[in-house]
């Protein structure tokens, strides 16, 4: 059900449909200032024929202590006023000094699909990256603070997706990953939540699906580490100094014409990636996607056709290295991708095999002393 409401301003009469069950608005001409108050009233995004506003989008969800609770503590700190989030059931709010939106929903933080594209057409402004902050659950229970891409590239059409996501697809990694777990890492010390915190990256997993440049900040492991309002408070700080909200420079701004513009892609090892973990802690090194073992189904082929020809060996291990490098390739432009294989993860046909594919498609592979 749509609403028109018309003003006429110096003689020109402009129409706003507003439609309540989109919750968003548009504007059937050029607004004239009286329609940008009525414009406010309503919450509507007025359109403009110069470049679309790029701004951050950080999500959170009501249902998760630890995305709500990190949240809450970015929105206390100064700057934000709420706005219209323009998309059903949702809040919103806005740091305008900074380019940010805070959209919080009330579902599972891998259920809503497609929020940069669905924020560009309620609002006009075009989403550049994308933060969601949410708990992390580990057989461990250890507490932790972790920093991941997301995909789900090794499964195949039509496997299920129980954690969200689309079978072969990775969303482009937020070039922050890299600097912004060291920032944590600073955090996390100056708070004095390490040891008792480990400050890991994790493997490339689950959804939602997104055409953004995106991460995932998570709290862990358990439902009393979950809430902690001091971690919740150093996950705050990280996005307010990462994207230099308080006036400082933001962390992790991609430039690809800078001389360190070489990209590490991870291949192979555990989901808490530790020897491609040990080289991105170094100052200067960017990380795309990790692609741990489990993300590389391979089938045992005979040691011979092992050894003679690699399209023998079976498996979904292919479709996600090249899914991998290409969303990594999009999300640094200008940046040379360089794979890096945890060799000891590896059996001898398997690193045959893979290092076999990667010069197939013309992706170098990469040394530690190759990214400092």
Not at 246 to 261: L, P, R, S, T
Request: charge should be positive; proline fraction near 7%.
């Amino acid at each position: 059900m749509a609403m028109l409401l018309k003003t006429t301003s110096s003689g020109l009469l402009t129409t706003i449909a507003i439609s309540k069950t989109l919750n968003k608005c548009f504007f059937t001409k050029a607004a004239s200032p009286a329609t940008l108050r009525l414009a406010r009233r309503f919450h509507c995004s007025v359109p403009r024929k110069t470049t679309k506003k790029m701004v951050t989008l950080i999500v959170a969800t009501t249902t998760d202590p630890a995305s709500i609770n990190p949240a809450n503590a970015l929105l206390a700190m100064p700057g934000w006023d709420p706005t219209p989030s323009c998309l059903q059931d949702m809040k919103g709010f806005g740091n305008g000094a900074g380019g940010v939106r805070v959209l919080l929903h009330n579902k599972g933080i891998v259920e809503e699909d497609d929020l940069d594209r669905r924020w560009e057409e309620a609002t006009a402004e075009r989403v550049d990256e994308l933060i969601f902050l949410s708990k992390h659950t580990a057989v461990s229970n250890r507490p932790a603070l972790t920093v991941h891409p997301i995909g789900v590239p090794h499964l195949r059409p039509g496997d299920p997706a129980p954690q969200g996501g689309r079978p072969g697809w990775a969303a482009p990694p937020s070039p922050r990953i890299g600097p912004w777990l060291r920032h944590l890492k600073k955090l996390a010390q100056a708070h004095n939540l390490v040891p008792e915190f480990e400050i890991t990256l994790e493997g490339t997993h689950h959804g939602p699906i997104t055409n953004t440049p995106t991460m995932f900040l998570e709290i862990g492991s358990t439902d009393e580490y979950w809430k902690r309002q001091d971690a919740a408070q150093v996950i705050a700080l990280l996005v307010w100094e990462g994207l230099g909200l308080g006036g400082g420079a933001a962390v992790g701004n991609w430039n690809g014409e800078n001389d360190k513009n070489r990209v590490l892609l991870g291949i192979g090892g555990g989901h808490y990636a530790p020897r491609h973990m040990d080289i991105v802690l170094k100052d200067g090194v960017w990380v795309g996607h990790l692609l741990s073992g489990y993300s590389l189904p391979m089938e045992d082929p005979s040691q011979s056709k092992a050894e003679t020809n690699t399209k023998e060996i079976g498996g979904t291990w292919r479709e996600a290295i090249k899914a991998g490098f290409e969303a990594t390739q999009s999300a640094f432009p200008g940046g040379e991708i360089l794979a890096h294989l945890d060799h000891k993860s590896f059996k001898s046909w398997q690193k045959n095999a893979i290092t076999g594919f990667l010069g197939e498609q013309n992706i170098k592979i990469g040394k530690p002393n190759d990214f400092y």
